[in-house]
């Protein structure tokens, strides 16, 4: 005689949808829907991407690639590619491990380090433009990632272009010790030819943009953007707290924060900041007219 556990027991079929977006076998759920790291929502992927990978209920500005940053700024088909060879080596001999992560990154996000650069349009407005990518090595600034933003900027004076820099860093990588922290001074006078040129420098700060990153190139814009709730800051909260033993104030180190206290000019949203870093580097680019 059958259990009465047995109904339990029996697995039921799974129901797939005539348009292919129920989970089954072939579709794991993981492929089909992300978490929200603010919320915690489960959102489903397809409209995760076409929202700019912004969570609609409490607005968190997830991490983007930087392929993906690339389609949301640029005009489609605008971007050139500068410098697509240069890449990190082991200057300080760590040994395999380290040769082997780098190789893995560039394999997992077809970047040969942690930033892309070259020229593209903006609503039709020629810029040079660098890109930073927090999933090779945590976005970190190592030699390749200081020629390709310096490179970057002296191809800018010599076309006369205006520079957007997008960040998302952890800061200097310390598998390069003193030749990155030497990227910060390096980056930093090439930011200084272009404001003598008159040439105009945005940075627009994701999250997160901290240490070295943050206290170089980042915060030397002629405008400094950033996206909602980005984290940017020299060191860590915590750091901070234990060196001055002081409670830090809500919302520190938040671009929210930093806007309040002058830092940056403007937090926009995503789904913005195309057209307002276009409206921002016109004014810039525009000839004086005389009266």
Request: a positive charge; hydrophobic letters at 40%.
């Amino acid at each position: 005689m059958p259990s009465i556990f047995d109904k339990f027991r029996k697995q039921k079929p799974r129901i797939d949808s005539s348009e292919g977006e129920a989970v089954s076998a072939k579709a794991p759920a993981s492929d089909l829907w992300v978490k929200c790291t603010g919320c915690g929502t489960a959102m489903y992927k397809k409209n995760f991407q076409e929202n700019l990978k912004v969570c609609e209920k409490c607005g968190q500005h997830h991490k983007m690639t930087a392929q993906e940053r690339v389609a949301q700024m640029c005009d489609e088909g605008s971007f050139s590619e500068w410098d697509a060879d240069v890449i990190s080596m082991d200057p300080l001999e760590f040994g395999p491990e380290y040769l082997n992560k780098l190789q893995q990154d560039r394999a997992k996000t077809k970047l040969s380090d942690a930033v892309l650069t070259g020229s593209a349009t903006i609503e039709g407005l020629r810029v040079a433009l660098g890109v930073m990518d927090f999933h090779f090595r945590g976005g970190s600034m190592g030699s390749a990632v200081g020629e390709k933003i310096t490179a970057m900027m002296e191809k800018a004076l010599d076309q006369k272009l205006p520079t957007v820099m997008i960040t998302s860093s952890g800061g200097a990588r310390m598998q390069e010790g003193m030749l990155s922290l030497m990227q910060m001074a390096r980056t930093s006078a090439a930011v200084r030819r272009l404001n003598k040129a008159g040439l105009p420098y945005m940075c627009i700060l994701t999250d997160p943009t901290t240490a070295g990153v943050a206290a170089s190139f980042a915060s030397l814009g002629d405008i400094i953007l950033a996206e909602p709730g980005a984290i940017v800051g020299f060191s860590g909260a915590r750091v901070i707290e234990q060196t001055i033993r002081q409670k830090l104030p809500p919302g520190f180190q938040t671009a929210e924060f930093y806007q309040k206290h002058g830092f940056v000019d403007s937090v926009v949203k995503r789904s913005d900041l195309k057209r307002t870093a276009f409206e921002m580097l016109a004014l810039l680019t525009r000839p004086l007219e005389v009266v």
